[in-house]
């Protein structure tokens, strides 16, 4: 779904990083807590040795035993599979249908195995179900489908799990769900896909998680523009709190919300090493991004953009039509971007609006949808476009966002740059299409600028960074940036260093 971070198709190389246990030492404008991320995939907590009291024993001899015990079991009853490989029935369509309130636990050494055979191993539409301290592995999803809770059902708990080596979406997601202390890593699409059919995800939580190593089948490459991989890919989640995870080495985005997200508090998460940005919040509303350690993203995309002579500032934190809204209701009414450090990253945040993407627009890449303001997107054509209330409404507009407290840190010898990185950027193209559009020419690119109370200030900055407003050609030093028109990062420091 995103328009210009356009697919590379380049590999990352691992780079050994320290320890992600705390802010770079040094003054930063704000007080900011030391951020702490367990290594799950490397150390997970066994599950119980033996099975608790009243639980159903799932034998690893027994191909097919989860999903027959299952079946034949009623609601709320807790499984304890043994250790060793559990194999379902060997048929693609072969899956333990939960019901509601199951519990799943593994024993120490339990895996769910589908041998490159079954597509789905959790599904079902029933409610609360628990898996816990199991690694599911080789199942073979297809395109957009997930592995575990296939069937997107409510208030799934998964934790100190292992979902790895999967094709596909190693979960999806529903209402209330719950992903923690689990190690999502290594399957071919997404870790998670959080997305559930009629839009109807309200209330997420993603906390103590490792997510690394996603999109190894490359579907960038596979599909050119599909905007379809991340670490983590939301769609249309109204209220989401991701904090404390280690989101990591995924090829593409590290987290990715995409298409009518609202009320997203991402808090103390470390996002490093990813091929593309480490967050994408798009066409969204109202979000608090604050105490985050950001580090080392978007080196492989930013370098190939620069190596094929694309002027875009290819950033970090990539705001794209996304802002606050007060007339959407959640816990804030802008988006917030605070006390974050970033360092080393081939670029900062950019705040971006495309003027030819609007409800019922061919560059509305999220096909069908409309904002939030606008329900029916039929609505959003002339004559009444031009006039009010759709003028502002059919729009989803980068407005309200709030920059501050943040220290950003570049060395261009670290991240290997001689051009096209080191750059904050507030900016839209020229509106050209449709014809009718009233968003033609200059307006977007005004508004987004000047108009729509977009704020960088009290931040700190070390490094040789450069800004970019208006227009991609645009840049600017610091002074230019923080003197008229764009009056940007009052109270904010600067000290330039040649990191080679």
Same mark, same amino acid.
């Given at each position: 779904?995103?328009?210009?971070?356009?697919?590379?198709?380049?590999?990352?190389?691992?780079?050994?990083?320290?320890?992600?246990?705390?802010?770079?030492?040094?003054?930063?404008?704000?007080?900011?807590?030391?951020?702490?991320?367990?290594?799950?995939?490397?150390?997970?907590?066994?599950?119980?040795?033996?099975?608790?009291?009243?639980?159903?024993?799932?034998?690893?001899?027994?191909?097919?035993?989860?999903?027959?015990?299952?079946?034949?079991?009623?609601?709320?009853?807790?499984?304890?599979?043994?250790?060793?490989?559990?194999?379902?029935?060997?048929?693609?369509?072969?899956?333990?249908?939960?019901?509601?309130?199951?519990?799943?636990?593994?024993?120490?050494?339990?895996?769910?195995?589908?041998?490159?055979?079954?597509?789905?191993?959790?599904?079902?539409?029933?409610?609360?179900?628990?898996?816990?301290?199991?690694?599911?592995?080789?199942?073979?999803?297809?395109?957009?489908?997930?592995?575990?809770?296939?069937?997107?059902?409510?208030?799934?708990?998964?934790?100190?799990?292992?979902?790895?080596?999967?094709?596909?979406?190693?979960?999806?997601?529903?209402?209330?769900?719950?992903?923690?202390?689990?190690?999502?890593?290594?399957?071919?699409?997404?870790?998670?896909?959080?997305?559930?059919?009629?839009?109807?995800?309200?209330?997420?939580?993603?906390?103590?998680?490792?997510?690394?190593?996603?999109?190894?089948?490359?579907?960038?490459?596979?599909?050119?523009?599909?905007?379809?991989?991340?670490?983590?890919?939301?769609?249309?989640?109204?209220?989401?709190? =991701?904090? *404390? #995870?280690?989101?990591?080495? &995924?090829? @593409? !985005?590290? $987290?990715?919300?995409? %298409?009518?997200? /609202?009320?997203?508090? =991402?808090? *103390? #998460?470390?996002?490093?090493? &990813?091929? @593309? !940005?480490? $967050?994408?919040?798009? %066409?969204?509303? /109202?979000?608090?991004?604050?105490?985050?350690?950001?580090?080392?993203?978007?080196?492989?995309?930013?370098?190939?953009?620069?190596?094929?002579?694309?002027?875009?500032?290819?950033?970090?934190?990539?705001?794209?039509?996304?802002?606050?809204?007060?007339?959407?209701?959640?816990?804030?009414?802008?988006?917030?971007?605070?006390?974050?450090?970033?360092?080393?990253?081939?670029?900062?945040?950019?705040?971006?609006?495309?003027?030819?993407?609007?409800?019922?627009?061919?560059?509305?890449?999220?096909?069908?949808?409309?904002?939030?303001?606008?329900?029916?997107?039929?609505?959003?054509?002339?004559?009444?476009?031009?006039?009010?209330?759709?003028?502002?409404?059919?729009?989803?507009?980068?407005?309200?966002?709030?920059?501050?407290?943040?220290?950003?840190?570049?060395?261009?010898?670290?991240?290997?740059?001689?051009?096209?990185?080191?750059?904050?950027?507030?900016?839209?193209?020229?509106?050209?299409?449709?014809?009718?559009?009233?968003?033609?020419?200059?307006?977007?690119?005004?508004?987004?600028?000047?108009?729509?109370?977009?704020?960088?200030?009290?931040?700190?900055?070390?490094?040789?960074?450069?800004?970019?407003?208006?227009?991609?050609?645009?840049?600017?030093?610091?002074?230019?940036?923080?003197?008229?028109?764009?009056?940007?990062?009052?109270?904010?420091?600067?000290?330039?260093?040649?990191?080679?």
């Amino acid at each position: 779904m995103l328009l210009l971070l356009a697919a590379t198709g380049c590999e990352s190389t691992p780079v050994a990083r320290p320890e992600p246990t705390a802010v770079p030492s040094g003054p930063v404008p704000t007080a900011l807590p030391s951020v702490k991320v367990a290594r799950v995939c490397a150390s997970a907590p066994a599950g119980p040795a033996k099975a608790p009291a009243g639980a159903v024993t799932v034998d690893p001899a027994v191909v097919g035993d989860l999903e027959a015990k299952t079946e034949s079991s009623p609601p709320r009853t807790t499984f304890w599979l043994r250790p060793g490989r559990h194999r379902l029935e060997p048929d693609a369509y072969a899956q333990v249908m939960a019901k509601e309130g199951n519990r799943y636990l593994g024993a120490p050494g339990a895996v769910l195995d589908g041998r490159k055979v079954n597509q789905y191993a959790f599904s079902g539409t029933a409610a609360d179900v628990t898996i816990s301290h199991l690694t599911v592995r080789g199942f073979v999803a297809p395109h957009d489908e997930g592995v575990v809770n296939h069937d997107m059902a409510d208030g799934w708990v998964i934790e100190d799990a292992r979902i790895e080596e999967n094709s596909g979406a190693g979960l999806m997601a529903g209402a209330r769900q719950q992903v923690r202390a689990s190690c999502l890593r290594a399957n071919g699409q997404y870790g998670m896909n959080a997305y559930k059919t009629g839009d109807s995800i309200k209330g997420l939580v993603v906390e103590g998680n490792e997510i690394t190593g996603n999109n190894t089948d490359d579907w960038e490459r596979r599909q050119p523009g599909c905007g379809c991989t991340a670490g983590v890919k939301f769609w249309a989640v109204d209220g989401a709190d =991701i904090r *404390g #995870n280690w989101v990591h080495d &995924n090829r @593409g !985005a590290g $987290l990715w919300a995409d %298409t009518n997200n /609202n009320d997203f508090r =991402i808090e *103390g #998460n470390v996002l490093e090493g &990813n091929d @593309g !940005a480490a $967050l994408i919040y798009e %066409t969204s509303y /109202n979000a608090v991004v604050r105490n985050n350690m950001i580090r080392r993203n978007t080196w492989v995309e930013g370098r190939a953009s620069a190596a094929g002579g694309d002027d875009f500032p290819y950033a970090t934190v990539y705001v794209s039509e996304s802002g606050g809204e007060p007339r959407v209701r959640a816990r804030t009414d802008r988006i917030e971007i605070s006390g974050n450090v970033l360092e080393n990253n081939w670029s900062g945040i950019t705040l971006w609006e495309n003027a030819d993407r609007f409800c019922n627009s061919e560059a509305n890449t999220s096909t069908g949808y409309c904002t939030l303001l606008v329900k029916d997107t039929a609505r959003c054509a002339p004559p009444a476009i031009a006039g009010a209330p759709l003028y502002a409404d059919c729009r989803w507009k980068t407005q309200r966002v709030d920059i501050h407290g943040n220290r950003f840190v570049l060395d261009k010898s670290v991240v290997g740059c001689t051009a096209g990185c080191g750059r904050m950027a507030v900016l839209a193209n020229s509106g050209t299409s449709p014809d009718w559009s009233p968003y033609r020419g200059e307006r977007v690119a005004e508004a987004i600028t000047r108009g729509q109370h977009n704020r960088w200030h009290d931040n700190a900055y070390v490094g040789p960074w450069t800004f970019v407003a208006h227009s991609p050609d645009r840049s600017l030093g610091f002074g230019q940036w923080r003197g008229a028109p764009y009056r940007q990062d009052a109270g904010s420091t600067f000290r330039a260093r040649d990191g080679g």
